[in-house]
C-alpha cells in the first residue's frame, strides 16, 4: 500500500514494477499505456526532459468504502509492507477521537482530508458547475449552504468545484 500520512484510501496488490534511469517522459508514459496516468497530459508537459522514476504496476485496485486514519508515520520510505492480517490489524488502527468539544456545533470550516476525498469521489472528481475535471484543473470543496449562513462542513453540504467556480461563487446562492 501507499502511504504518504493522510487516510489510506485505497487497497491494491504490487504486479510488478520497473525502474527507469535518466528517461525521458515520452519513455516513461509509454511503459504507463493502459493506465490513467498515461491520458494525463498536463502531468506530462511538467515533467522535465530527463529524471529517475519508478512505475509500480498495481492489480486488484478497490478503493475503501470509508478512508482509514492510521495511527503510525513514516519517516522513511513511504511503501509498508505488511505481512499478515495480524500486522495489518496492528498497523491500521482507528485514530483515537478529540475529546474536546468543537468550538462550533458546525464543527470545523474547512474540511479534513478524508471528508474532502469523499466529497470528490462521490462527485467523480468533477466541478459541479462547469463539468471540468481534475487534475486538469484545481478542486475546491464547496459549500451548498455556505459556512457564513450556517452552513455545515458536513458530506451532505459538500460538493466539488473547481478554484475558478469557488472563488467566483464566493458564498453566494447558485
Known sequence: MKWTGGPVVARARI??????????????RSATAGFALHNLSAYWASRPARFDALAIYLEQETWLDEPMTVVGRS???SWIVLPDRT???????VAREVT??????RGTRTA?????FAVFRRDSFTCQYCGRRGPD???????????SRGGASVLANLRTACSECNLGKSDRDV
Do not use: I, K, N
Not at 464547496?142 to 459556512?147: E, F, G, I, L, S
Open 100 to 105: 474536546r468539544a468543537p468550538r462550533d456545533s
Open 137 to 147: 484543473v484545481p478542486l475546491h470543496v464547496d459549500h451548498v449552504v455556505p459556512w
Open 15 to 28: 504486479a510488478g514494477f520497473r525502474q527507469f534511469e535518466h528517461c525521458t517522459p515520452e519513455q516513461l
Open 112 to 116: 479534513g482530508a478524508a471528508l474532502r
Open 75 to 77: 519517516y522513511g520510505s
Open 87 to 93: 500486522a495489518t490489524a496492528r498497523w491500521m488502527t
